[in-house]
């Protein structure tokens, strides 16, 4: 048995099942159809027990399309009986006429739909199928008036990055609360659509002015907690603390439909620590030798993009996801705030 370790685990990000009835282009694990050795109830229902044992905090259940496993309310149900806040993702393609009635009994904490346009053109291209918009917004209107905590995320790409905007008009009109992250080059999402560095930047500036517009609405508005980085100009624009380095491995954990274990979900199969079924996920979690990556970042690792900065010793290098996805190595995350700063500006 390995020592306890010192990071904390949060949050688990938990696909529950490969299985999809969509198909996003922007899906990083290429889902569809579910994977044959996917966990079973029991194996689950023991997964829920190890992670409140080890004190996690929350767990996020998503997909592939969370409500396609049979047993995800007896899982859910048992998420919440260890003490854990239980989240779902949704694409919200479904009747919410009996989907919301279990969520509410099942004292669901909070409820997050995609939302990738403000039209059915724009959403339903992005999602893949005819009338995906149109269930999704009743989706969220049912979650709403339950008085379940609802928010839609969006995933910022070439082909909706013009339709911000009148997403928002939406998300103002509903009264909901909103994440906004970008499309990053993994799973099915096209280079095509990945944002310049520029846009990267722009948006950046308009989750800000967002933020600063409609700070005495309800709604909350952010970026995802890799957003930015050390911006001279730009605060901290996620709901997450300022950026500390990579939180895979250290307080978040991402598992697979089949028991495979990660730092963080979105990164590829190479960062696998292990599996559930082989080895206790207490084992692999408090194990000194997983996700080093993260818990043992040493600057000699820094790629050309991050090996100068000055901020280096504390952002190390930033999203291990996007760096690996698109410099093929970690440490070397090419959007950044402070970088760009630097590019355009250098007597920033």
């Given at each position: 048995m390995n020592k306890p370790s010192s990071n904390n685990l949060v949050i688990a990000v938990w696909e529950l099942t490969l299985r999809c009835n969509l198909q996003c282009i922007h899906c990083g694990?290429?889902?569809g159809t579910a994977r044959t050795d996917e966990l079973s109830t029991t194996e689950a229902l023991h997964l829920c027990d190890d992670l409140a044992a080890l004190g996690c905090k929350g767990v996020a259940l998503l997909g592939g399309e969370v409500f396609l496993r049979p047993d995800w309310q007896t899982i859910s149900k048992e998420i919440k009986h260890k003490g854990m806040v239980l989240s779902i993702i949704t694409n919200g393609f479904h009747n919410p006429d009996h989907i919301i009635p279990i969520l509410k009994a099942l004292e669901t904490d909070s409820i997050v739909v995609g939302l990738d346009g403000a039209t059915p053109k724009i959403h339903d291209t992005?999602?893949?199928?005819?009338?995906?918009?149109?269930?999704?917004?009743?989706?969220?209107?049912a979650a709403k008036k339950t008085g379940i905590l609802?928010?839609?995320?969006?995933?910022?790409?070439?082909?909706?990055?013009?339709?911000?905007?009148?997403?928002?008009?939406?998300?103002?009109d509903e009264n909901i609360n909103w994440?906004?992250?970008?499309?990053?080059?993994i799973g099915r999402f096209p280079q095509n659509q990945l944002l310049t560095k520029e846009e990267y930047y722009t948006l950046g500036i308009f989750i800000r002015l967002t933020q600063k517009k409609y700070t005495t609405r309800t709604c909350?508005?952010?970026?995802?907690?890799?957003?930015?980085?050390?911006?001279?100009?730009?605060?901290?624009?996620?709901?997450?603390?300022?950026?500390?380095?990579?939180?895979?491995?250290k307080n978040v954990i991402g598992i697979q439909s089949n028991g495979n274990i990660k730092g963080c979900l979105a990164l590829p199969d190479d960062y696998i620590e292990g599996n559930i079924r082989k080895r206790s996920i207490n084992d692999i979690w408090n194990d000194p030798k997983t996700f080093?990556?993260?818990?043992?970042?040493?600057?000699e690792k820094l790629g050309n993009?991050?090996?100068?900065?000055?901020?280096?010793?504390?952002?190390?290098?930033?999203?291990?996801?996007?760096?690996?996805?698109?410099?093929?190595?970690?440490?070397?995350?090419p959007?950044?705030?402070?970088?760009?700063e630097q590019e355009k500006n250098p007597c920033v």
């Open positions: 694990s290429s889902a992005i999602r893949g199928v005819p009338g995906s918009f149109q269930k999704a917004i009743a989706f969220l209107q609802t928010s839609a995320i969006t995933t910022v790409q070439k082909s909706n990055y013009n339709e911000l905007p009148k997403i928002l008009k939406i998300i103002l994440q906004i992250q970008e499309g990053t080059p909350s508005i952010s970026g995802a907690h890799n957003f930015g980085f050390y911006s001279t100009y730009l605060p901290n624009l996620s709901a997450y603390p300022p950026w500390q380095g990579c939180y895979a491995g080093r990556y993260s818990r043992h970042f040493n600057k993009n991050c090996k100068t900065c000055t901020h280096r010793p504390s952002c190390g290098g930033g999203c291990t996801t996007r760096s690996v996805s698109m410099t093929g190595n970690p440490h070397n995350d959007y950044c705030f402070y970088r760009f």
